[in-house]
């Protein structure tokens, strides 16, 4: 059973490009977060999704963020017009049911130049 | 949400009992208490859960007081590999409380010989 997958590992854009994160959850697992991590931060809550459902997008920003979880395929998170402050690593957690334990995937460090 | 606080970092030496406690003042009656471990690079892996008196699995122990205003990772005999950030987290990831886990800064925890 393979664990939550996250691609790419290392994603380079320049300013005003557009940046796609791909999370496939481990099987089974139809509740995604994505996270965000600054260097020496905690991981910053952004969304919470069920399959081709957003139910808490209150730790996302308003503009440029945006994420899915089709109903079939990864959850995909997408930035547009990146800036510089992106910069960051984004973690993926799927879970089976609410209140079970987060598995995360190995993460997108994403860097804008 | 419950806001958690922990220490900022510990040290250990190899094969010390490592205590690490968690404030969580505000916790609800639906709240549980998790651990997670992460080393550089890597996305947070789940260490223990409880919700009240004394959890204890494979790797760790988890001590709750009878209030739940707080909470003891115990980490037996610790090793090098241990080395790592520890992150004390609350919630009830249900629609009582809201989906938003946000994890702390946490406590990054050092092990020497």
């Known amino acids: 059973n393979a664990g939550v997958m996250q691609n790419p590992r290392h994603l380079v854009r320049r300013r005003g490009q557009e940046a796609r994160l791909r999370c496939s959850p481990m099987k089974g697992h139809s509740h995604v977060y994505w996270y965000r991590q600054l260097p020496e931060e905690g991981l910053k809550f952004m969304v919470y999704?069920?399959?081709?459902?957003?139910?808490?997008e209150s730790g996302m920003p308003k503009e440029r963020f945006s994420a899915e979880f089709p109903k079939e395929g990864p959850s995909i998170l997408r930035i547009q017009q990146v800036v510089r402050g992106d910069s960051a690593a984004y973690f993926c957690?799927?879970?089976?049911?609410?209140?079970?334990?987060?598995?995360f995937g190995s993460g997108t460090q994403l860097s804008v130049l | 949400l419950a806001k958690t606080t922990q220490p900022i970092s510990m040290d250990s030496y190899e094969g010390q009992e490592v205590n690490i406690t968690c404030s969580h003042n505000n916790i609800a009656t639906n709240d549980y208490i998790t651990w997670y471990q992460q080393f550089p690079s890597q996305g947070p892996r789940f260490i223990i859960q409880?919700?009240?008196t004394k959890v204890t699995n494979e790797v760790a122990s988890l001590f709750i007081p009878a209030d739940r205003k707080s909470s003891t990772l115990s980490l037996p005999r610790v090793s090098l590999s241990d080395t790592a950030v520890y992150y004390c987290l609350v919630g009830d990831n249900g629609s009582n409380s809201g989906y938003a886990l946000n994890f702390g800064k946490g406590t990054s925890l050092l092990v020497t010989p």
């Open positions: 409880g919700y009240k």
């Open positions: 957690a799927s879970l089976r049911r609410l209140n079970e334990k987060l598995f």
């Open positions: 999704l069920q399959k081709e459902n957003i139910i808490d």
